[in-house]
Nanobody
């Protein structure tokens, strides 16, 4: 599976960014719309942590407590893409953000998000 993230960048606190992740190369006989997807992040010197998990049909989305009310995860199964809209960003949101297919242990290359105070 190939996962390609995009949309990272540098913003000031209170700003917004949108990330996207496009997936391809799923195992034979399976398609993107049958897999739950997730966003993770890893800040310098810290372990990678989950940010949001979205079910295959987007009927359930679970967020980390630290991002609830500020981040919105969504997906477009026709485009094999998931999104992460991040509002009211804080310096503690600074991290490399990764796209993940939980059931395949597949990871993207990551995209850097830097929030300055």
């Amino acid at each position: 599976v190939q996962l390609v993230e995009s949309g990272g960048g540098a913003v000031q606190a209170g700003g917004s960014l949108s990330l996207s992740c496009t997936a391809s190369g799923f195992p034979f006989g399976t398609t993107f719309d049958t897999y739950p997807m997730a966003w993770y992040r890893q800040a310098p010197g810290k372990e990678r942590e989950p940010v949001a998990v979205i079910t295959s049909k987007a009927d359930k989305i679970v967020y980390a407590d630290s991002v609830k009310g500020r981040f919105t995860c969504s997906r477009d199964n026709a485009k094999n893409t998931i999104y992460l809209r991040m509002n009211n960003l804080k310096p503690e949101d600074t991290a490399v953000y990764y796209c993940n297919v939980p059931t395949l242990a597949a990871w993207g290359q990551g995209t850097q998000v830097t929030v300055s105070s």
